[in-house]
């Protein structure tokens, strides 16, 4: 019985590695240098897959990966329906934000109960967010470059993931609002962690053990 582990390329993988290194798994190859996109590791029976970060929980809740490690952005938007959470693994920190281009008064917006029209990739987390607040808000889904859509003056504002604040100051925009920290998370097909235990059990332990709180 093998085990397969869903990851996306980037901030996850490389903050993943030391995780599985502490469950004495060590990826054979370098993904960010290949096109493939099963790698195989020092244990036969255990394999990574990288797929997109938004597909992770999709891969783990059908059974295409029965572990995986998803941004909690991704994951409230997923929903989280057939995945067992066993961990915050405090990696991939971040936080999910609304932005407007420089200049743009966003509180009186707010404050004069005005429609706004807001860009996202995030559209549960933003909705959620703005019938909280009790503020009317047109939704435009995109799937990139949210910083363009108010510059095009196709949005008043984004919603999007903020760590640094640099991408947002290069393109003229300001955070006005937190809506969440973010981190990764391991999450677990629940049917696997059933079947699998004898094999997940120790991998989600050795996780547990190397999580470096700060
Ligand atoms: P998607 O398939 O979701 O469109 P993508 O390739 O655009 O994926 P991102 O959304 O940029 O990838 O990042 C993937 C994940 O990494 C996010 O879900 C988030 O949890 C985390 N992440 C993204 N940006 C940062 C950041 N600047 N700092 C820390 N973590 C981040
Ligand atoms: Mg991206």
Redesign the pocket.
Known sequence: MSITIAL?????YEETLPLLAAAGITVAEDPEKSRKLIFPTNQPDVRVVLV????VPVYVQYGGADLGV?????LIEHGGQGLYQPLDLHI???RVSVAVRAGFDYEAAVQQGARLKIAT?YTTIAREFFAQKGVHVDMVKL??SMELAPLTGMADAIVD????GSTLKANNLVEVERIMD???RLVVNQAALKIKQAKLRPIIDAFAGAITQD
């Open positions: 996306s390329k980037g901030r996850i997109r970060a938004s597909d998803s941004g909690l952005d991704s991939a920190q971040c990739k799937y990139g993931l903020v760590s640094t973010i981190s990764s």
